[in-house]
C-alpha cells in the first residue's frame, strides 16, 4: 500500500488527483536538485512533471476502473456482465412484444407460421405457430412483433389489418383481444444489477421466493414478479385458498411463465390467477398454471406555474413529460414496482433532471378531475401507469 494513501487502501481504492500527483512529483524533484529547481510551467523540468503526472494520472485511472470492475455497484459494460455469467445470468437482449390474435374465418382454416398482420401505424406482427380456425370460426394465435423494441407494446384492438390479404384465402378478420407486451430496448446496466441482487438471494426448494427468483431468472421480458403463497389450511385475508400460491408477473409470454411456476410448483399446491395456461408434463398429462398480471392503476399528472431559465430547451416539456412516463412507468415499461406507493415528493426531482427548471407545482392522482399533492397508493396486486397523453403542463 502507498505511504501516501493512494491505491489499494485498507479502505479500498483511492485515485489521486493530479495536482495531487504534481505536487508529489515537485516535492520529490527539490529533494533531488534542491529547493532553488526551476520547476515553473516554463522550464524544461517543469513541463517534464506536468506530463509525467497527466500520465500518472490517466494510469491512475485505469487502475480504478480495474478495481471497480470486481464489485457489482461500481462494474459497468463487460465488466458487469461477466460478473452475471459468474453465477449464470445472462443481459436481456432486445426483445419483441408478444400476445395473440384471435382470427375469424371458415372452420378448418389454417393460419400457417410467419402470416402477418398490423396496426393501423404499420407495426406488423407474425404468428409464432401455425394454428387451425375452429369449429366456432375463430383460432387463437400466439404472435410476436416483427420488429424488436417497446413499439410493439400496443393496445387491445389494435392490430386488425391483414397484411397480406390473399396469403390465406378465407381469412375475414383479425384483432388482438388483449394488448401485445414484453417489447423492450436491450437491458440497461442498472436494469441488470438489480436482476444481479435478486438473483443471488436465489432460494432452494420449491417456496414462492424460489418461484419468483426463477421467473426473474429464466424467462426473458419479465420486468418484475411477485409470489403470494397460502401453506395454511385456511383461506388467508387476501383470498388465496388453502395450500396456493398467485404469482402476479409483470412482461414476459404467458407459456414460459406458466412451464417456470410449473418446474418450481410443489405437489399439491394450486395456482391461483385469471390467466390460465394450460402446461403438458413429461408424462403427457396437461395441467393448468394460472397466474395474474398485475392491475394498472392509471395515473393523471398536471405540471402548473412552471418558470424556467434561460437555459431551458425548445423541447423543454417534452423532456418533462418524457421524464415522467419513464419515472412513473406505463403498461410496457418499468418504473415504480407493483404493490410500491406513487410518493409525489419524489417527482420534482424527476422535473429538475432537466435544464433551466426553476420553480413549479404538481398535482397527481387516479381522478384526471381531482388531482392533488398527495401520494398514489395502490395494493400489493396493483401497478401505477401513466403515459404521455396523461401529462399535462401548464406554464
Known sequence: MSEKGWGLTSLGFRRPTYVELLDALEYKARELFGSTANLTVRSPLGLFLRIYAWMLNILFSVLEDVY????????????????????????????????????????????????????????????????????????LVPAMAVEKGPYGNVEAGTVTTITNPGAVAGVESVTNLKPFTGGRERETDEEYRDRYYVSVDYAGGVNADAIRAALLQEVEGIMEAKVFENDSDFEDEHGLPPHSIEAVVYGGLESDIARVIYDKLGTGIQTLGDIEVPVITLSGNTKRICFNRPHPVPVYVRVTNLLTGRNFPHDGQERIISALVAYIGSRESGGVAVGETLYHQKLPAVLY?????????????????????ENVRVDSRSKVVTDEEKVSIIA
Open 68 to 139: 471497480n470492475s470486481r464489485f457489482v455497484d461500481t462494474a459497468v459494460g463487460t465488466s458487469l456482465l461477466n460478473l452475471g455469467r459468474a453465477i449464470g445470468l445472462r443481459v436481456l437482449p432486445a426483445q419483441k412484444a408478444t400476445g395473440y390474435l384471435t382470427v375469424t374465418g371458415p372452420p378448418g382454416t389454417v393460419i400457417p407460421a410467419g402470416w402477418l398482420a398490423e396496426t393501423a401505424a404499420g407495426i406488423q406482427f407474425y404468428a409464432v405457430t401455425e394454428a387451425e380456425i375452429r369449429e366456432d370460426g375463430t383460432a
Open 353 to 373: 433532471t432537466v435544464p433551466g427548471v426553476l420553480d413549479f407545482d404538481i398535482f397527481i392522482g387516479a381522478d384526471p378531475d381531482a388531482l392533488q399533492m
